[in-house]
């Protein structure tokens, strides 16, 4: 999908990324139980530097660096992997660097957010750059990807601190435009291989903070385009924020329904259902 994106927007995913940084940082900088649990078998900690070193990912590819671990086997893993090869390689990541005293992993997120962002303002947002698995997306979408990332794995921590940490749909917003609809409508390499599903949907997402648009999923095969008034499977409205944790599977999307958060309706709304229920995000 072409990304079509205004300076005011660019400009709002970049100081949305500063912000949640600096509030990742906070919290950290605040937690005395790094080694609490957080997320599958991720500490606190674990899950912190994790964090960071998706930053340096992103911080490198968005220059156009494909070597930004400066690990020559995990570059080229990151590289060549699709989604179900992202566990393994999170595991060897985190062994190749150690660090997980919290204020360092705190400065070395807060460095690579900072050289994210300074590389970010000379670049068209809509410019391909590399990125994991061999796909290529905007530039914009790198910088949203973080923001995803702080959001997601923030409320991780948070919960495990039981802490709060509030994600607004506008941060989600961003995520879900400038993230998730261009890497499952752009050019994904070998990211998305191997997830396909038999048959074809078409959906159309619209809430009061993103673009609308059709996805249509057909034997593997996904299309983004924007929203255009052709005939659908299904509509599905929805909150932002309850989408993004939806899809990253932190919230059931049977509660995301019954509380009116998703929703969708048309000719066959068990379709979105069922797509959502099955889909497969990094």
């Known amino acids: 999908m072409e990304l079509d994106i205004t300076d005011r927007r660019w400009q709002d995913a970049r100081d949305a990324l500063d912000a949640a940084a600096e509030r990742f940082s906070r919290m950290l900088l605040a937690c005395r139980a790094p080694d609490r649990p957080a997320i599958g078998d991720w500490s606190v900690a674990q899950t912190a530097a994790h964090v960071a070193t998706v930053a340096r990912l992103n911080a490198g590819l968005i220059g156009g660096d494909l070597s930004p671990l400066d690990a020559p086997d995990l ?12 566990a393994r390689l999170n595991a060897l990541t985190l062994d190749h660097f150690p660090e997980r005293a919290l204020d360092v992993v705190s400065n070395t997120l807060l460095e690579e957010v900072d050289l994210l962002l300074t590389r970010a303002k000379s670049v068209d947002p809509r410019e391909l750059r590399p990125w994991l698995g061999s ?3 905007p530039a914009a979408a790198h910088v949203a990807h973080q923001l995803n990332e702080i959001l997601i794995h923030g409320l991780d921590i948070a919960r495990a601190l039981d802490v709060p940490w509030p994600i607004s749909a506008h941060e989600a917003a961003l995520t879900f435009d400038l993230f998730l609809m261009p ?6 390499g070998r990211l998305l291989q191997g997830g396909g599903d038999p048959g074809r ?8 903070h993103t673009t609308p648009v059709v996805l249509t999923s057909e034997n593997g095969r996904l299309r983004v385009e924007p929203a255009d008034g052709r005939r659908i499977d299904a509509r599905v409205t929805f909150d932002p924020a309850t989408m993004m944790l939806t899809i990253f599977r932190r919230t059931r999307l049977a509660r995301a329904v019954v509380t009116g958060k998703v929703f969708a309706f048309g000719r066959r709304p068990w379709a979105a259902v069922g797509y959502l229920r099955g889909m497969r995000s990094p």
């Open 75 to 86: 570059d080229r893993g990151w590289q060549e992997a699709g989604l179900g090869g992202f």
């Open 135 to 137: 796909a290529r997306l």
């Open 183 to 188: 890497m499952l409508g752009g050019q994904s």
């Open 201 to 208: 949907v078409t959906l159309e997402f619209r809430s009061k």
